[in-house]
């Protein structure tokens, strides 16, 4: 097998892993009570299918054509293997912030009925370990896929959908939580520990 058929085959399994994680806790998600649906808008909607795009149909496509060849560049062993263990960190990390956020978890920014604030595990030191975990699959897809277009698709996508919605999130958060999340601000970062 080449090399670029290996990282291309470990990307594939990466997100069917990481939908496996997300189907339960979807499914359950579906039967829970909804609070505050007003921020799932069309707006939410282009964002999450942007994101898509640059973490799934992209890679996807080249995955199965080869598409845009122009774009390839030669694989590197190192780079496939670092992208590998990153894309097992980025799992490990989905599924930490799954279990931590249970029924309070959503696709979209919505509040569930008598949501409750989450501020330990994985969301001690930082306020969005499941878009750490996104930026994880980014990179992971960028160390995997030898083309520039799947490569830093990810980060494009998910990049656009994290920096348009993370404000209003927090904004959210803030009217729901008041000073309790005010506090939790004030010791934590967004999406880097200690850093950012
Ligand atoms: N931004 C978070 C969660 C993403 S899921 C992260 O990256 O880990 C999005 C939903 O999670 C939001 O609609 C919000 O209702 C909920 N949420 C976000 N942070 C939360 C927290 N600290 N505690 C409880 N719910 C939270």
Known sequence: ???????KIAWTIGVL???LIRLPFQI??????V?????????EMILLSISTCGLGLVPALYVTTGFPAALSYA?????????????LSALWLFWRTHKALGRQWSVSL????????????????????????????????????????AG???FVGFGILFFLRVG????????????????????????????Y
């Open 152 to 154: 830093f698709s990810g």
């Open 28 to 33: 359950k998600a579906r039967k829970t009570g």
């Open 168 to 195: 209003e999130e927090e904004a959210m958060m803030r009217e729901a939580f008041g000073a309790e999340y005010d506090a939790y601000c004030a010791r934590t970062k967004r999406v880097v520990p200690f850093l």
């Open 110 to 149: 919505e509040l569930r009925e008598s949501h409750k604030l989450i501020t330990s595990g994985v969301y001690e030191h930082v306020r969005h370990p499941m878009y750490s975990a996104f930026f994880l699959w980014a990179l992971a897809q960028a160390l995997l896929l030898p083309n520039l277009a």
């Open 1 to 7: 097998m080449s090399l670029v058929t290996f990282a």
């Open 75 to 87: 694989p590197s062993p190192a780079l496939a293997t670092l992208g590998v263990m990153v894309f």
């Open 17 to 19: 892993a990481w939908f």
């Open 35 to 43: 609070a505050d649906a007003r921020r799932k808008n069309a707006r």
